[in-house]
């Protein structure tokens, strides 16, 4: 059965802080997509960025960058100076592509970041 | 600008009453999956389908919970009859039927069984 932690329930910051969310993951599969999710106050669940398990080269796009090590089943986030517009829920999911697409999902219980000025 | 969409956005309802959540995915996508958020579970996968067949359901009380998905353009999930514990935000999402890929969701509907 694949599994998704994020044992971080919440994590508040003052804004220009760097802040790391954890997720860590099991599953059988040799292949998977890992997947970040941020659900502002607004409620709708915003795609930040999909990884191929093969593919374990860091990631960075502005101010989020991402750290995937297979040897750890981790792919963690990090917001570099974090903006009170980062506050949000953080979700990581697994992917179950036996269905054949990787949107099938299995979260993680979300962080809660809530960035203060 | 291509989106998930799903009626009604909220949804307030005596327990007993059925309630029918209506999602219409991303023209071209073709599969559909229905998830429920709630503070104690999380978020969880209820059903999916496939080129409109349902290929796993096993997430869904199947003595009240129905979905279905009568033609392309829509997806439905069906309550009959609504309990409290049912009170929770519902999304639906499409994607395309290939492996790298994510889900596109939708805003949700709030429902709140009284």
């Known amino acids: 059965a694949q599994k998704v932690t994020q044992a971080q329930t919440e994590i508040s910051v003052v804004e220009k802080e760097d802040v790391t969310l954890d997720c860590v993951y099991e599953?059988?599969?040799?292949?998977?997509?890992l997947f970040w999710y941020k659900q502002p106050p607004s409620g709708e669940l915003v795609f930040l960025i999909r990884r191929n398990s093969f593919d374990e080269q860091n990631e960075i796009s502005g101010r989020y960058s991402w750290n995937f090590q297979k040897s750890t089943s981790s792919f963690n986030f990090t917001i570099t100076a974090s903006q009170v517009v980062d506050s949000a829920v953080y979700f990581c999911?697994?992917?179950?592509?036996?269905?054949?697409?990787?949107?099938?999902?299995?979260f993680g219980t979300g962080t809660r970041l809530q960035v203060t000025l | 600008d291509a989106r998930v969409t799903q009626t009604p956005r909220h949804k307030v309802t005596e327990m007993g009453q059925e309630v029918t959540m209506r999602c219409q995915p991303i023209l071209g996508h073709n599969t559909v999956f229905w998830y429920r958020q709630t503070m104690m579970q999380g978020l969880e996968l209820l059903a999916y389908f496939r080129n409109r067949a349902p290929l796993d359901d096993s997430g869904m009380p199947k003595d009240r919970f129905s979905a279905e998905m009568p033609d392309a353009t829509l997806a439905t999930l069906k309550i009959q009859p609504s309990e409290p514990r049912d009170s929770a935000v519902y999304f639906c999402a499409s994607g395309p039927d290939r492996e790298n890929t994510e889900a596109f969701f939708g805003q949700g509907t709030r429902l709140t069984v009284v």
């Open positions: 599953t059988r599969d040799t292949t998977y997509y």
């Open positions: 999911a697994l992917s179950d592509i036996n269905t054949g697409t990787a949107s099938k999902l299995t």
